[in-house]
């Protein structure tokens, strides 16, 4: 199984240029809003039309601008799961799961019964989308698109319009439901968590243009470039300059020090768990004070700088609440790096 | 009273209805799936032009087309001898072109209220064009459709200055419910039209009673009473 999307598409002030394939496994598209993300998806659906490149489908062209080739949404046989869902709200449960079934009366019956079974929604075949709840509504959707086997599934944001306590709860829940499916799976997210959750493999997307692609733990864990550090989530970045084998970090006026070649390295990041507190200088080990603590559920986020570093960008870790306690009437603070990124 | 009036007026404004209701809804559809910008600014201000310009030049416009010296009033007297102006058809299609507008401007509203994502998420399902438009589009734009229908029946039971222009005011044939009470006014004979006045007001009132009771059914998908 295989997608091969390759596509441009311009508009005022945005253009989209993406190009990646797929291998079978599931595929997550992490980006903020406005970055392309649902655009890329609806271009492959066919319900929005590229300018120009080539869409091909398990070896079945869908797009190709050089042969002028464009199959109607109808026929591509994509089963695309929208932002809120899109169920029709003139029909119950039941038809919502029937609407695009091509069979006589009693298969599409059958059918309809046996998916509402599957998802566990059996008392709410005769309700109205109105009438259900976030994750029920969520699970008609998938189960309308399952019903229609398509070769493969496109989900657009499939928990934003989810109540942020039911999230993780129902993330569990998707995912069995999702197991159903076996085929391609795209999963579209400006969330971090869901897209390390759900994808094997992830693509980057910013400002309508991939920044990066590879395995999901692997770009996770060390990502490549200043963009893909930021998309993870990296807060604390730095330029910095190579000298001697030790790295400049100009922005915290620290030094660092690493094994291995150190070319083409211009920022440096640290993930805010990173951090290790310790009560004297050393190697990696940054004498700071503290400049600003933000109380969180379980931990605080603290900032803290050294007097030879830029003010706007201090440096943010995370501590427990028993660590806080130790240091916060500390004047000075000892922290050392444990590991960094090496961004080009 | 003579009831005759209040006859031709109802039987002018249903058999209007029919046709503007079909019209209206099918140039609304094929407006809102115009991809032209410019082309649906084009058609949409011809097809609302009726709206706005005296009904005295719509109605000159119907004689212009189908006076029986013009080419076509011509050809349908001389082939057909079918006279339209100054009979009760010349009735009707004032009442259609003069009802047009509100027809299609509510069908056309209405349409474009329904979410575009319902029309995308019919189509990734498999749902042919047409089927789209019957099961989704129709049914969600329904009550907007209806009140524009509603609206359109009024302004055709209504219509005075086209009709007078190209039906004229012929007693028991296209003499209307407006045309009766100008006429009892013109003739000085006030206490004559109370009672064309008070039916004309009494319809028009139940008509708009109708349209506020589409208007709030249409919320029936939305409605969360069930949920408990």
């Given amino acids: 199984m295989s997608l091969e999307v390759n596509i441009k598409k311009k508009y005022k002030g945005f253009c989209l240029d993406v190009n990646f394939h797929t291998n079978g496994e599931y595929l997550g598209i992490l980006g903020a809003s406005g970055s392309g993300k649902s655009l890329t998806l609806k271009c492959i659906a066919g319900v929005e039309r590229p300018d120009e490149g080539k869409i091909v489908l398990n070896n079945r062209v869908l797009y190709d601008s050089n042969n002028n080739i464009n199959i109607i949404p109808q026929s591509r046989n994509i089963g695309y799961m929208f932002q809120n869902y899109a169920l029709f709200p003139n029909m119950t449960a039941e038809e919502n799961i029937g609407a695009g079934l091509k069979l006589s009366k009693k298969e599409k019956k059958l059918k309809v019964d046996e998916l509402l079974n599957l998802f566990r929604i059996e008392d709410m075949g005769y309700k109205y989308p109105a009438q259900l709840s976030g994750g029920q509504q969520q699970r008609v959707a998938l189960a309308r698109i399952i019903a229609y086997e398509p070769d493969v599934l496109l989900l657009d944001e499939p928990f934003s319009a989810l109540d942020s306590s039911l999230k993780s709860e129902l993330h569990t829940d998707f995912f069995d439901m999702l197991k159903l499916y076996k085929g391609e799976v795209l999963i579209v997210t400006h969330s971090r968590d869901e897209a390390y959750r759900f994808s094997k493999n992830l693509a980057l997307i910013e400002n309508g243009r991939i920044t990066g692609f590879g395995k999901t733990k692997e770009i996770f864990e060390n990502p490549k470039s200043l963009s893909q550090a930021k998309m993870i989530g990296c807060k604390n970045i730095s330029p910095c300059e190579i000298s001697d084998n030790k790295i400049i970090c100009t922005d915290w006026g620290i030094v660092l020090e690493a094994d291995g070649i150190l070319e083409n390295c211009s920022y440096v990041g640290i993930p805010s768990n990173n951090f290790k507190m310790v009560n004297e200088g050393g190697i990696n080990t940054i004498k700071c004070k503290l400049v600003n603590a933000v109380e969180e559920i379980d931990k605080y986020t603290i900032a803290v700088e050294n007097n030879n570093g830029n003010e706007n960008n201090p440096i943010y870790f995370s501590v427990n609440k028993e660590d806080w306690n130790k240091i916060k009437n500390k004047n000075e603070l000892y922290i050392k790096v444990n590991d960094f990124y090496r961004l080009i | ?228």
């Fill in chain 2, 1 to 228: 009273m003579d009831w005759s009036p209040a006859l031709i007026s109802l039987k002018t404004a249903s058999a209007s209805i029919v046709i503007t209701f079909f019209l209206g809804i099918f140039a609304a559809k094929l407006v809102v799936g115009m991809k032209s910008d410019k082309a649906r600014i084009f058609i949409d201000g011809v097809l609302t032009l009726p709206l706005v310009l005296p009904p005295t030049v719509l109605g000159f416009f119907i004689l212009l087309v189908l006076g029986v010296k013009r080419p076509l009033g011509r050809f349908l007297l001389e082939l057909f001898s079918v006279k339209i102006v100054f009979s009760w058809t010349a009735t009707v299609l004032a009442a259609v072109v003069v009802s047009f507008p509100l027809m299609y401007r509510s069908a056309r509203g209405a349409f474009e209220q329904v979410d575009n994502n319902l029309i995308m998420a019919g189509r990734t399902l498999g749902m042919s064009e047409r089927r789209i438009f019957r099961r989704i589009m129709m049914p969600l734009a329904l009550p907007g459709i209806a009140s524009g229908g509603v609206l359109a029946f009024a302004r055709g039971l209504g219509e005075f200055g086209a009709t007078a222009m190209v039906a004229g005011n012929i007693a028991n044939k296209t003499r209307t419910l407006p045309l009766a009470i100008y006429a009892e006014v013109a003739a000085g004979n006030m206490e004559g039209s109370y009672g064309y006045v008070a039916v004309v007001v009494l319809i028009s009132f139940i008509v708009l009673s109708l349209m506020n009771y589409f208007t709030i059914r249409g919320s029936k998908y939305t409605d969360k009473d069930d949920l408990k």
